[in-house]
């Protein structure tokens, strides 16, 4: 029987904060402070291989800034980012690697770039069955690819498929870049287009896809939206914005991951795993890899 090949790929960068965040990890004295988010992170992360997850990727923000800061001067920076939690980055993607996971820590690119090269990749190759792209974040949405990429919320046990990524934001995956575009997001630092909101953009964009298919003239819309003069009123004003917006919303499936599926396979710790699980104060993550077969 040909064995079942899922790819899981992980933000690291979100498992970090999140386990950073954790109000647990405030009451953990046996790892030292500085390595607490490491420790959790390293601790789900062989969670998931002790699952039955045997391909495995993570990708991480090594440095916050990346190409999308020259293009817009309010893209996310660091700045305010808790100095302890800065500090984690490079010991977790250190503590992964001796774990035997591929990590790919991100300069140029954000780690949602590596993370949808990877997606690419993996789902490029013939004996991949599934892709399972970790992380909430809804820009990952237009990886999804009907049941072959997948998106997990590893929190909640949510998947989104295709139809649940049209279920939640109102359009496929294919235009969520425009559709964030028009809305904005907060977290990544730009506004998107005064006047749009999720309910008319994706009404809109379920019906045209991209930006350059809406028509110019609200009179030409097939669809109704409420204020629609003003809106496109507002689009043809801010058209170039709205392209700016949604080449940085679009994530880089040319991001250098630099590995196959092959490379994606667990095979076990690095001889140095032992070393960190005792700097992580958990000698026990040590004896658990160890068991996996």
Request: with cysteine.
């Amino acid at each position: 029987m040909v064995p079942v090949v899922i790819v899981h790929l992980v933000d690291g960068t979100f498992e970090l904060f999140r386990y950073f965040l954790s109000p647990a990890a405030a009451f953990d004295r046996s790892t030292p402070e500085a390595l607490r988010a490491v420790r959790g992170v390293v601790g789900s992360i062989l969670g998931m291989l002790e699952g039955g997850a045997t391909h495995v990727g993570v990708a991480t923000d090594h440095v916050i800034e990346s190409f999308r800061n020259a293009l817009w001067p309010g893209y996310k920076t660091g700045e305010g980012m808790d100095p302890l939690l800065h500090a984690q980055f490079q010991p977790l993607e250190d503590a992964l690697s001796a774990l035997g996971v591929v990590v790919w820590p991100m300069v140029e690119f954000e780690a949602d770039d590596a993370l949808a090269a990877a997606a690419a990749m993996a789902a490029a190759d013939g004996r991949v069955d599934q892709v399972v792209v970790c992380t909430p974040d809804k820009d990952l949405a237009q990886c999804v690819r009907g049941d072959r990429i997948v998106q997990l919320d590893r929190r909640t046990r949510e998947v989104r498929n295709a139809s649940a990524v049209r279920q939640k934001f109102g359009v496929a995956p294919a235009s969520i870049p425009d559709w964030l575009a028009l809305v904005g997001d907060s977290a990544d630092g730009y506004p998107g287009l005064p006047g749009w909101g999720a309910r008319s953009a994706a009404t809109v964009l379920a019906r045209y896809e991209h930006l350059e298919r809406i028509p110019k003239l609200a009179m030409d819309w097939e669809v109704p939206v409420r204020g629609a003069l003003r809106l496109a009123t507002t689009l043809a004003e801010l058209h170039e914005r709205a392209l700016l917006f949604r080449e940085l919303a679009t994530l880089r499936a040319d991001a250098p991951v630099g590995a196959d599926v092959d490379a994606l396979r667990w095979r076990g710790p690095c001889a140095e795993f032992a070393a960190w699980a005792e700097r992580l104060g958990a000698p026990e993550l040590h004896a658990r890899a160890l068991r996996i077969r």
